[in-house]
C-alpha cells in the first residue's frame, strides 16, 4: 500500500451521491471507488421512504451484505418474483450476485434504511418493472 493512503472519514452531511440507484430506493455511498481511495468495496446507506420500494434489479458479480438500521423491509426474489423475505432492525442481509430482487419499504408511515456493503462497487442493473399488485402484500403510502 502507498505511504500516500492515509484513513479517510467521510462524513454523514457529505455521503457520495455519485452512484447507481435504482427508482425510490436511494443509496449514499461512504466508502466507495467514487469518492475514496477504495477499489474492492462499495459500503453506503441506503434508503426508501414509506411506501417506497426499488425497480426489479441485480448487482452483478457483487456480494451484497446489509444491515437494517431502522424500520420493516422486504426483499421479493425467485419467479415472478414470489418469494420473499422480511427484515427488521438489527437484521442482516446477504443477496447473492445476479440474482433479481425488488427492495421494499413495508410501511407506510415509517422511512427504512439500511447500510448495505458490496464487493467490488455498487454494481446495480435495473430490470424491467413489475406492478405493485405482483409483489404480494406490498402498498404504497
Known amino acids: 500500500m502507498s505511504a500516500s493512503v492515509v484513513p479517510v472519514v467521510t462524513r454523514s452531511s457529505e455521503l457520495g451521491e455519485q452512484t447507481l440507484q435504482s427508482g425510490e430506493c436511494v443509496r449514499k455511498s461512504g466508502v ?3 469518492h475514496t481511495p477504495a477499489t474492492k468495496i462499495w459500503f453506503g446507506r441506503v434508503s426508501n ?17 446489509g444491515y437494517v438500521l431502522s424500520g420493516h423491509g ?3 426474489f425467485g419467479e415472478d418474483y414470489k418469494d420473499y423475505i422480511d427484515m427488521y432492525a438489527g437484521d442482516f442481509v446477504f443477496v447473492p450476485p445476479f440474482m433479481p430482487h ?19 462497487d455498487n454494481l446495480v442493473t435495473n430490470l424491467p418493472d413489475v406492478p405493485d399488485e405482483q409483489l404480494e402484500g406490498y402498498r404504497r403510502a
Not at 421512504?49 to 451484505?65: F, K, L
Not at 425488488?102 to 467490488?120: D, F, G, H, I, K
Open 32 to 34: 466507495s471507488p467514487q
Open 49 to 65: 421512504e414509506p411506501g417506497h420500494r426499488s425497480p426489479p434489479h441485480h448487482h452483478d458479480e457483487a456480494e451484497t451484505g
Open 74 to 76: 422486504r426483499i421479493y
Open 102 to 120: 425488488v427492495e421494499v419499504n413495508m410501511s407506510t408511515t415509517e422511512e427504512l434504511v439500511w447500510l448495505t456493503c458490496r464487493t467490488p
